[in-house]
C-alpha cells in the first residue's frame, strides 16, 4: 500500500467519524428544539392558569365584598411621634409615593442622617403602632407604608405633621 493510498484511507476513517458526530450533533440539536419547545408550551400554559387564578381571586374578593356588604375598615392605634420620627415618616411617605417601597439608605440620604438612625426611627414607630411593611431582598431592607394607612393619612393627615410636604403628596 502506497503512501498515499494510506493518506486516502485515513481520510475517510476522518471523514466518517465526523459524520457520525455530525448525526450526533444533529440529534443532539432536535432534542434541545423539542424540549426547548415543551418548556414555552408549559411556561405559556402556566400564565393563562396564573391569569385565570388571578381573576378567580379576583371575583372572590368581590363576592366577599358583596357577602359583607362593604370592605372591613382598618382601625390603626398609634402612639404620638416625636418630631424626628414625623420627619423620616414624612420622607419615607414622599419616596413611598415615587417609587413601590425604599431603603434605609434613601430615607438617610434625603435627611442626612446615618442608615442606623434611620432604622432606629422606623423600629420606634413601628414599635408606636405605625403599619411600615419591611420586606427583604438579597440583604436588604425595603419599606413601605400599609396602603390603606397611607391613604388614611394623606386624606386625614392622622400623625398631626404640619408641612406643606404633606399637603404636597397629596
Given at each position: 500500500?502506497?503512501?498515499?493510498?494510506?493518506?486516502?484511507?485515513?481520510?475517510?476513517?476522518?471523514n466518517s467519524?465526523l459524520?457520525?458526530?455530525?448525526?450526533?450533533?444533529?440529534?443532539?440539536?432536535?432534542?434541545i428544539?423539542?424540549n426547548?419547545?415543551?418548556?414555552?408550551?408549559?411556561?405559556?400554559?402556566?400564565?393563562?392558569l396564573?391569569?385565570?387564578?388571578?381573576?378567580?381571586?379576583a371575583?372572590?374578593?368581590?363576592?366577599t365584598?358583596?357577602v359583607?356588604?362593604?370592605?372591613?375598615?382598618k382601625?390603626f392605634?398609634?402612639?404620638?411621634?416625636?418630631k424626628?420620627?414625623?420627619?423620616?415618616?414624612?420622607?419615607?411617605?414622599?419616596?413611598c409615593?415615587?417609587?413601590?417601597?425604599?431603603?434605609y439608605?434613601?430615607?438617610?440620604?434625603r435627611?442626612?442622617?446615618?442608615?442606623?438612625?434611620?432604622?432606629?426611627?422606623i423600629?420606634n414607630?413601628?414599635?408606636?403602632?405605625?403599619?411600615?411593611?419591611?420586606?427583604y431582598?438579597?440583604n436588604?431592607?425595603?419599606?413601605?407604608?400599609d396602603?390603606?394607612?397611607?391613604?388614611?393619612?394623606l386624606?386625614?393627615?392622622?400623625?398631626k405633621?404640619?408641612?406643606?410636604?404633606?399637603?404636597?403628596?397629596?
Amino acid at each position: 500500500m502506497t503512501c498515499r493510498n494510506k493518506i486516502l484511507q485515513s481520510s475517510d476513517q476522518v471523514n466518517s467519524v465526523l459524520e457520525a458526530f455530525r448525526e450526533e450533533l444533529d440529534d443532539h440539536r432536535e432534542a434541545i428544539n423539542e424540549n426547548t419547545n415543551e418548556i414555552q408550551a408549559s411556561h405559556e400554559y402556566f400564565e393563562a392558569l396564573n391569569n385565570k387564578l388571578d381573576k378567580l381571586s379576583a371575583r372572590l374578593d368581590e363576592l366577599t365584598l358583596l357577602v359583607k356588604g362593604k370592605k372591613e375598615d382598618k382601625n390603626f392605634n398609634f402612639s404620638p411621634l416625636t418630631k424626628r420620627e414625623k420627619e423620616v415618616f414624612q420622607t419615607l411617605l414622599l419616596l413611598c409615593e415615587m417609587a413601590p417601597c425604599t431603603t434605609y439608605r434613601e430615607i438617610a440620604r434625603r435627611l442626612a442622617m446615618s442608615d442606623a438612625l434611620v432604622a432606629q426611627y422606623i423600629t420606634n414607630m413601628i414599635e408606636k403602632g405605625i403599619p411600615i411593611v419591611k420586606k427583604y431582598y438579597e440583604n436588604k431592607v425595603f419599606l413601605k407604608i400599609d396602603p390603606d394607612f397611607r391613604d388614611l393619612q394623606l386624606k386625614q393627615n392622622v400623625l398631626k405633621i404640619d408641612s406643606l410636604l404633606t399637603n404636597w403628596v397629596r
